[in-house]
């Protein structure tokens, strides 16, 4: 396609591609019109530099007949001159849920497929950041979780998180594009779904049309608060040295960073399922110790002897 062909919405998302576009790219297609008009324009952004460009469509097997559903993706992704796999994929929703456990069963497949210098695009818009953002809120799971997705994380990329989801849809219509409407993405039982269909919806009627720019925007301002302290609670780590901590330098330090060296120290023992109660637990043994024994965090047994915290074995 022609630069002077490209109609407004599809021209949007093309440049949002090329501003990320530094070599080979594996895109992520569900055949969602996101996914779907991120493959278009990185055919579009591969053309223009010879970077190669192909696509991986994630068979969940959750639903009767994905296997045609992903062989019709693969099709429209044919159409587009782009050639595409299939991944087929199990996924283990115990103790985490249909929805996570898809995630991290699509983002193992996508990450093993991906070769040597080739980065993985994922089609997440600004819409998408705002629900993430509203479900951390739920959540009350700190800033990591309130600073929502990462443009960029190991090999997968979003080029689209200042793209709305309007602008995706658009991009498919002027492309001649005929997108597939996941059936899971309008279930109430899933929790993003009912952000999506519900909430969004209504905070946007009753507070104005600007509530996902501005959530996506708080996102952008969390992160970068949350990058610094957890770069400043990884260098704190790293002065105790190996295995114990110190009581008398963890007391000095600003709860915000306290809790950080402490959930990063647990996670490096082997705690698991690192919930704020746990942290707040083990914290305590420093900011309000009168000789209790131990604490229990799930994994792990903590411990506190002649002033250091140490993990306790059995």
Request: net charge neutral; proline share 4%.
């Amino acid at each position: 396609m022609a630069r002077r062909a490209l109609g407004p919405a599809t021209l949007e998302v093309v440049q949002a591609v090329e501003a990320v576009a530094g070599g080979p790219m594996l895109v992520a297609c569900s055949g969602g019109p996101d996914s779907l008009a991120l493959a278009a324009a990185a055919a579009v952004v591969g053309a223009r530099t010879g970077f190669g460009v192909r696509a991986a469509v994630v068979d969940h097997g959750l639903q009767a007949g994905s296997a045609d559903i992903a062989a019709g993706v693969v099709a429209r992704l044919a159409g587009l001159g782009m050639d595409a796999v299939v991944l087929r994929v199990a996924v283990d929703a115990a103790g985490v849920g249909i929805e996570a456990g898809a995630r991290g069963a699509r983002y193992a497949a996508l990450a093993a497929e991906a070769r040597p210098g080739e980065v993985v695009l994922l089609g997440h818009t600004l819409d998408d950041q705002a629900e993430t953002v509203l479900l951390g809120l739920a959540r009350g799971s700190g800033t990591r979780s309130l600073a929502g997705m990462p443009a960029r994380r190991d090999v997968f990329v979003r080029p689209l998180l200042g793209v709305r989801a309007a602008t995706t849809d658009a991009a498919c219509a002027e492309l001649g594009l005929t997108a597939w409407t996941d059936p899971h993405n309008s279930e109430d039982r899933f929790s993003r779904a009912r952000v999506r269909h519900r909430v969004l919806p209504v905070l946007e009627a009753e507070l104005g049309p600007g509530v996902a720019v501005a959530l996506a925007r708080s996102a952008d301002l969390a992160r970068a608060d949350a990058d610094l302290l957890d770069d400043l609670a990884a260098r704190e780590l790293a002065a105790h040295g190996a295995g114990e901590l110190d009581c008398d330098r963890l007391e000095g330090l600003p709860p915000a960073l306290l809790t950080r060296v402490l959930r990063d120290w647990l996670r490096a023992a082997g705690a698991t399922d690192l919930s704020a109660t746990a942290i707040a637990a083990v914290a305590s043994l420093v900011t309000d110790w009168h000789g209790q024994r131990w604490v229990e965090v799930p994994g792990v047994r903590i411990g506190r002897d002649r002033g250091r915290l140490a993990v306790r074995r059995g």
